[in-house]
């Protein structure tokens, strides 16, 4: 059974970076695609960067500029590296899979602070 585990959540200030990563526990070979998700309070969840088996990467307008999306094959990880952040940032963090079905993790926290 695949289980995808994001870890790297935290709290920081307006302007601060974090690094989220989302580990899988089969090769990262088996998607063709993986992306990042966020659901902040009281809204829907949203994509917000994506990158398929051959690296082309996608953004969301709110991200791009600032967040760097990236799978390291040889840790079976999945990485956003987030920069310039904000505090409408704040939401769960969610990563998802895709091999014919769809996986998602369980999620991590993200706090920007004003």
């Known amino acids: 059974q695949v289980q995808l585990v994001e870890s790297g959540g935290g709290l920081v200030q307006t302007g601060g970076s974090l690094r989220l990563s989302c580990t899988a526990s089969v090769s990262v070979f088996s998607f063709s695609a993986m992306a990042w998700y966020r659901q902040a309070p009281g809204k829907q969840r949203e994509f917000i960067a994506g990158?398929?088996?051959?690296?082309?990467?996608k953004y969301s307008d709110s991200v791009k500029g600032r967040f760097t999306i990236s799978r390291d094959n040889t840790k079976n990880t999945l990485n956003l590296q987030m920069n310039s952040l904000k505090p409408e940032d704040t939401a769960v963090y969610f990563c998802?899979?895709?091999?014919?079905?769809?996986?998602w993790g369980q999620g991590t926290q993200v706090t920007v602070s004003s």
């Open positions: 990158v398929t088996a051959g690296r082309d990467t």
């Open positions: 998802k899979a895709t091999s014919g079905y769809e996986y």
